[in-house]
């Protein structure tokens, strides 16, 4: 297929115009320019015997979905660009993860790092309230905010500290306390050790939530539970099915404090590298792959509750309105505190109810 656009390509750029096939970058909304150049020849030709190698990095296990989309996304792309762009996955952080892996990231490593989008707070400080506790109800209000001028703006700002986001929605539940005693308020966590991942938004959100925050790796997170370590920990059902949680706790206390997601972050310098007809199969396939994700999480998520109730999971609702009292300090800090843009938080629940209607 490349060698038939390469010869097309060469003809058209013969007969002196370029028209309407400047391919685009999806780094901006609009197509990129055509390039009447006969570079657009050369880069097309150099496409044919082009190969990038990208190891993707990323904490969940082979059980989870996370993991299972990471791998079809990286099939389709290899398939895709017939091999020229191989991704390498590699789950339960064989190698760097968290504030490490995008790390990496900013340093141009052949590294794609799939974390919380929190963790891009570290560079763009608004990234934290976007995911901050207790804010959207649905995982489409969630999908809608991305698209808003608001979030756009910032994953623009992000390719400043060399971070192309080439997705932020794949999305593995509402994150829930899960404990061995019934929480149902704030104060039922008091003296209660909550894991947490190390990224400052979740430590914050659960020490405002009434617990002590105790930050570990997830590979570390089940032996501090059976040991007596910690008291819990958060996160979703699907992590609970997914990693035996269920073999350590009994309790789920529905705080949906958190949307349990995770961005796609791409080093932009070698981004820019990549022929303009490998960018657009990229960014198409891992925007599908999130999409995906969300949808069959949504479908699954009754079995994947019922399973858990099978295995003597106790669900239980909270006092939602004391919990969103108590986390409400979390914004106002992050403000004061953390460089977010002042009234951030109140931009967001703007465009919340306008999403809402
Ligand atoms: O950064 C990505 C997520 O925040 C990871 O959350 P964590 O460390 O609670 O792990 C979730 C589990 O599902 C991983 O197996």
Not at 2 to 15: D, Q, R, S, W
Not at 322 to 335: L, S, T
Request: charged letters at 25%.
């Amino acid at each position: 297929m490349k060698k038939i656009f390469a010869l097309t390509l060469a003809t058209v750029l013969a007969m002196g115009t370029l028209a309407g096939c400047g391919g685009s970058s999806s780094s901006s909304t609009e197509s990129a320019p055509a390039d009447t150049s006969a570079d657009a020849a050369v880069e097309t030709e150099a496409a044919d015997d082009y190969k990038l190698v990208m190891k993707l990095s990323h904490v969940f296990s082979p059980d989870e979905q996370l993991s299972k989309s990471m791998e079809l996304v990286a099939e389709r792309i290899y398939e895709k660009t017939n091999g020229a762009i191989e991704i390498q996955c590699y789950g339960q952080a064989q190698l760097a993860t968290y504030k490490d892996g995008v790390e990496q990231v900013v340093n141009g490593a052949q590294f794609i790092s799939v974390e919380d989008p929190s963790y891009l707070g570290d560079y763009v400080a608004d990234f934290k309230p976007f995911v901050g506790p207790m804010l959207y109800q649905t995982y489409d209000e969630y999908v809608q905010m991305i698209e808003t001028d608001l979030i756009q703006d910032m994953i623009k700002q992000a390719e400043d500290y060399n971070i192309k986001v080439l997705g932020l929605d794949y999305i593995f539940g509402f994150r829930n306390v899960m404990t061995n005693k019934v929480i149902e308020s704030p104060d039922d966590l008091k003296g209660m050790k909550l894991r947490t991942p190390g990224s400052d938004l979740f430590i914050d959100t659960i020490n405002a939530m009434g617990a002590t925050a105790t930050s570990l790796a997830w590979s570390e997170t089940l032996s501090a539970v059976s040991q007596g370590v910690v008291d819990g920990l958060e996160g979703s059902e699907f992590t609970n099915l997914g990693t035996k949680c269920y073999e350590y706790i009994e309790n789920v206390a529905e705080t949906k404090h958190f949307l349990g997601t995770c961005g796609v972050y791409f080093p932009l310098d070698i981004w820019e590298s990549i022929p303009a007809e490998y960018q657009t199969i990229i960014a198409e396939e891992f925007d599908y792959g999130g999409e995906e994700m969300t949808q069959i999480c949504t479908e699954s998520y009754a079995e994947t509750r019922a399973e858990l109730e099978s295995y003597g999971i106790k669900f239980n609702e909270v006092d939602y309105d004391a919990f969103g009292v108590a986390i409400a300090g979390v914004y106002a800090d992050m403000e004061e505190n953390d460089g977010c843009t002042p009234g951030i938080y109140e931009a967001l629940k703007a465009e919340l109810e306008i999403i809402r209607g």
